[in-house]
């Protein structure tokens, strides 16, 4: 073993465990000898030696020493920071070739390519509030917004000697702007160092270098320092899937193929002239692990996305049959990546807390986000929903004739919304190759473009998901994204529809933010509901995002609706859960966001509905009504009311019941007390006519009595029997109020004498007052039975030649009372 690696750190990177490898190998300067320390590995090179401007590029002027393990190795006095300097390899084939440091910290700029003498001892970083709380601030019931960027075209000087903003100079100009725009993240497209620039960094050469079109790795610090001091979080676009064939890159590095596969069927990638990892070398895996790990020691950087993970995952991925070798069950899973992949994810989380872990998988496969514990999980933290992003811009480019019919598109991504933890991304790749930029893939007039590009951001701020949108999306440039030129800033300033639409991203921004609904439970059920899933004659769409229950607070809920045609829907019904007051956060139809100005309510209140299921039944709910405009997304803040129980018409009548017995009660012992004398005097000169008449007035006068008194009197008891006769035959006609209460209110009115008269000579039962009571608050069934009940008990104690006249008379009842009236 050489004598100048330790032994441990030698055993962790053959096994594939080492995370921190960058220590070991590339250049080193070493303080006890003031000397720079080269190390490489280079298993079947015949002759390694470190060439340099420090000795004229002479490959015997410093031969390195290997051991058997193909690690090589010397020390050099008199270097300094800064000089270039490659490995110059004899391989196994013969060939002689000059190589970049794979663990290089700093390289030249395109289209040089030698590897520069680099440490990092002169920064001092003051982020460490930032990262404290990096763990609570990238937690999945966080809020994070992703600004995805291309450094070297977002702004380029107007000076055409220099190409290229430097790192300090961007993040002095992206900060505010960020900050502005209510960011969250900031997503860097790749800056660990490539040879082409048309690659826009996904064929990387130097995978422990920032690219030094922009600067030194110090001025990179400086920007990832100030992004922290600001709030921002910084993601770095990674590529560990494959690699490019330069010379001075990885590729046949020692004459073999070490970093990828020999046979061409597992080794290359045919779509992109690429070569692809050997995730099965535990080299190879300690090496590619071990960059993350320096990305996140040294810059600091709080997440990595993945580029290409199905690339990776799939053994065919991009080829036909016979240009791939399927794994040993014979399926085109590519196990070795898997292995891989969790290993790369347990070592990044498990050591930086709230580290952020992101794929670009455009498959279905299981589990890709899980936790790094689960065996069965790939442990990223995040998954790109490529899904969501391709069905809803299907969707904007129909002509909205035809998007009820494709209605599915734009709903269909919650039914898996929860199978992963997804980012909702509108990414570069979408705006490029002739597919359109964002605004142009709207369908419509000008006008048009912008308010459907309005909805679509809306929808998607409202919908499940973290979200990332790549630069010029926010003010809606009318280009592709072209990788030699800056964005078309001008059109904020010059355009009103640009600086409106601008406007409205940050808005959005802003919302999603302070919402809690909008972003805390992002990734469980329960804080999403349908209002209105299937309306695709409107192409309409209604949800509430809620946020989390706190104790003793109310939910936080907000209502999304969002209309997809250029038509407008006055009135238009949203079935709403539960009772609630609606106020508007959000109107995309604003005029400030470049809308026509006619919005929707500012405030709405729910109602209760009748509605027909799909059963056919009848049953009543909750609905808000407000007019919904052209091509316009709106917010509402729910609050809920709360409903107090229903009285039943049930238990209204035995209250009022109650009452009236108790008044009537009071009532009887007086009526029966003045019937009782007047019976006394006048019973025996009353005819049995009159004294029917007198039964049947009697019948209809309001006045009951619960309880029966006593026959003072034989004449008494004379009187009673045609009334309470009467009552008994009455009772199947109780449901005739009309001809209850207009003689009733005559009789009062022309003759109270007379009523009041023979109500006392008709002696009235208890129960037949009690019946008539009843039926005035009521007609309450089982008072009716009770009544019943009771008048069957008096009749029986009636002699029986009266209970034969009472039912003569019941039958005549109608003539009788004609009579009466007269």
């Not at 104790?551 to 907000?558: L, M």
Request: proline share 4%.
């Amino acid at each position: 073993m050489n004598e100048a690696i330790n032994r441990d750190d030698l055993y962790l990177f053959q096994t594939g465990k080492a995370r921190k490898a960058y220590l070991t190998f590339g250049c080193h300067y070493q303080k006890e000898t003031k000397t720079h320390r080269f190390t490489v590995w280079a298993p079947s090179a015949k002759f390694v030696s470190v060439v340099g401007d420090f000795n004229y590029w002479n490959p015997l002027a410093h031969p390195m020493k290997g051991d058997k393990d193909g690690i090589y190795t010397i020390e050099i006095a008199g270097l300094k920071k800064g000089d270039l300097y490659k490995y110059y390899i004899e391989g196994y084939d013969g060939v002689c070739r000059y190589k970049s440091d794979p663990f290089a910290f700093y390289s030249e700029c395109r289209p040089a390519t030698a590897s520069k003498i680099w440490d990092f001892d002169d920064f001092k970083w003051s982020d460490k509030r930032f990262i404290n709380q990096r763990k609570k601030k990238q937690a999945l019931d966080q809020p994070m917004s992703i600004y995805e960027m291309h450094l070297g075209t977002w702004r380029m000087p107007e000076n055409e000697e220099r190409e290229f903003y430097n790192y300090r100079e961007i993040a002095d100009m992206l900060i505010p702007y960020l900050q502005k725009m209510g960011y969250t993240h900031v997503e860097m497209m790749p800056i660990t160092e490539y040879p082409y620039d048309l690659s826009w960094g996904y064929q990387v050469t130097g995978y422990y270098a920032v690219t030094a079109r922009y600067g030194t790795p110090e001025d990179f610090n400086y920007m990832v320092n100030e992004l922290h001091k600001a709030g921002i979080g910084v993601i770095l676009d990674w590529v560990p899937a494959h690699f490019p064939r330069d010379e001075h890159g990885l590729a046949m590095f020692d004459g073999t193929h070490i970093y990828d596969h020999e046979d061409p069927r597992k080794g290359s990638q045919p779509d992109w002239g690429t070569l692809l990892f050997n995730y099965g070398k535990p080299e190879v895996q300690s090496f590619l692990i071990s960059s993350a790990m320096f990305f996140a020691d040294i810059y600091h950087i709080d997440g990595i996305r993945i580029d290409a993970v199905s690339a990776m995952l799939y053994l065919d991925f991009g080829k036909q049959e016979g240009e791939y070798v399927p794994n040993e069950d014979g399926t085109n899973i590519n196990y070795e990546s898997i292995d891989f992949l969790q290993n790369l994810n347990t070592a990044l989380r498990s050591t930086y807390e709230g580290f952020l872990t992101i794929a670009e998988e455009s498959t279905a496969f299981p589990k890709v986000t899980s936790d790094i514990d689960d065996p069965d999980g790939l442990g990223f933290v995040y998954k790109w929903n490529m899904g969501y992003m391709h069905d809803t811009l299907y969707y904007m480019e129909l002509d909205p004739l035809f998007r009820k019919d494709n209605h599915g598109a734009i709903v269909f991504s919650m039914d898996y919304a929860y199978s992963e933890n997804y980012i909702l991304p509108y990414s570069h790749d979408e705006v490029v190759h002739g597919k359109g930029s964002m605004i142009n893939k709207m369908y419509g007039s000008y006008e048009e473009k912008f308010a459907g590009l309005r909805a679509l951001y809306g929808f998607t701020y409202a919908h499940p998901g973290k979200k990332l949108l790549f630069m010029g999306g926010e003010f809606a440039q009318f280009v592709e994204w072209r990788d030699k030129q800056q964005l078309d800033w001008f059109l904020i300033d010059d355009f009103e529809m640009h600086h409106s639409f601008h406007e409205y991203v940050a808005k959005l921004n802003d919302l999603y933010k302070n919402e809690p609904a909008l972003y805390e439970l992002d990734m469980s059920p329960e804080g999403f509901e349908w209002c209105l899933q299937r309306d695709a004659d409107h192409s309409v769409v209604a949800f509430i995002r809620k946020g989390r229950k706190k104790r003793g607070k109310k939910q936080e809920q907000i209502l999304c609706v969002c209309n997809f045609t250029p038509m407008e829907w006055d009135n238009y019904e949203i079935p709403m859960p539960a009772k609630a007051k609606l106020t508007k956060i959000l109107d995309s139809s604003e005029l400030d966001f470049g809308g026509d100005g006619d919005v929707s309510e500012d405030k709405a209140r729910t109602k209760r509905v009748r509605a027909v299921g799909e059963d056919g039944k009848g049953y009543y709910h909750n609905a808000a009504h407000i007019s919904l405009k052209a091509l316009s997304v709106v917010y509402y803040k729910v609050e809920e009311i709360e409903e107090k129980p229903r009285k039943t018409a049930k238990r209204k009548t035995t209250a009022k019941k109650t009452t009236a017995k108790k008044t009537e009660e009071k009532k009887t012992a007086a009526a029966v007390k003045k019937e009782t004398e007047a019976k006394t005097t006048a019973a025996a000169k009353k005819t049995e006519e009159k004294k029917t008449a007198a039964a049947e007035k009697a019948d209809k006068k309001p006045v009951q009595a619960k309880k029966k008194t006593s026959e003072p009197v034989k004449e008494t008891k004379k009187a009673v029997q045609p009334a309470q006769a009467k009552e008994t035959v009455k009772k199947t006609e109780d449901k005739k109020p009309a001809k209850n209460t207009a003689p009733e209110k005559d009789t009062k009115d022309k003759e109270p004498v007379k009523v009041e008269s023979k109500v006392k000579e008709a002696k009235k039962p208890a129960a037949a007052v009690k019946k008539e009571t009843e039926k005035k608050a009521a007609a309450d069934t089982t008072a009716l039975k009770q009544e019943k009940t009771a008048a069957k008990a008096a009749i029986k104690k009636q002699p029986e030649n009266s209970t034969k006249e009472e039912k003569e008379k019941g039958e005549k009842k109608e003539t009788t009372t004609q009579k009466n009236k007269k």
